[in-house]
């Protein structure tokens, strides 16, 4: 066997035997990010910014739209975290300011699917909604149970939040979006935080394929030597 590769193998073999037994791993399986942003002073023309891609860990996006008359300034705004600034919490902050004939609009889309490996872990959820006109909303699924864990649906004059106790081996779905527009000013912050983990990680398939080859070439290099023996 290819000294380099019964290495690597040996290596990977070490690392995953000196893990911490106890260690909580949260591992992401899908993401998506969604975002829109529209300002405008005469309805028949609009300032716009969009978003649209993962919503993995390290993802930030920050955004103004601005659009201005004699008189007035109309902002639509986002600010979005996600697990970079903080590695255990992503923050989603919209904001749509306007009045008169032109106005403002901010929407979010937010998906994402994840596996919890190890005990003692959760969720924090908390969602502020202030004034003006719109919707916001999460839910979170228990998808190895088919059950809903948690759940918030509200205009934006009124918000909550929740604490969940994520269990072992079990994959959630979180859900999570928002849809203001003007007038009225609304506001809406969507924060949540990991409890008790060891880390956030995403998948690499590279890396997992070498790690199967890795072990296949190990485990045959072994075959041989005791069969040789």
């Known amino acids: 066997m290819d000294m380099k590769l019964r290495s690597f193998a040996s290596a990977i073999l070490l690392s ?3 893990t911490p037994a106890h260690a909580t791993v949260i591992t992401v399986l899908n993401s998506q990010l969604e975002v829109s942003l529209a300002a405008w ?5 609009k300032n ?5 891609g993962s919503g993995s860990p390290n993802t930030a996006y920050n955004q103004l739209v601005v659009s201005t008359d004699q008189t007035h300034t109309y902002v639509s705004e986002a600010k979005i975290h996600l697990f970079d600034s903080s590695p255990n919490r992503a923050t989603i902050h ?21 596996r919890v490996d190890g005990s003692g872990s959760g969720l924090s959820m908390n969602q502020e909604s202030i004034g003006g006109a719109g919707t916001a909303s999460y839910r979170l699924i228990d998808t190895t149970l088919g059950t809903t864990v948690a759940e918030l649906d ?13 269990l072992d ?30 880390s956030i990680q995403v998948p690499a398939p590279f890396t997992a394929i070498c790690l ?11 075959f041989l030597e005791v069969r040789r023996a």
């Open 48 to 52: 716009t910014a969009s978003y649209s």
């Open 212 to 222: 199967i080859a890795g072990l296949i070439g190990f485990i045959g290099s072994s």
């Open 154 to 166: 509200r205009t934006t004059h009124a918000g909550g939040g929740d604490e969940v106790v994520l």
């Open 16 to 18: 995953f035997l000196l």
């Open 41 to 45: 002073h005469d309805p028949t023309s």
């Open 169 to 198: 081996s079990h994959i959630y779905r979180l859900i999570a979006n928002a849809d203001l527009w003007t007038p009225g000013d609304p506001y809406v912050a969507y924060d949540m935080e990991f409890k008790n983990i060891d």
């Open 94 to 114: 919209l904001d749509a300011i306007g009045s008169g004939i032109g106005g403002a609009s901010a929407t979010y889309d937010f998906d994402w699917l994840f």
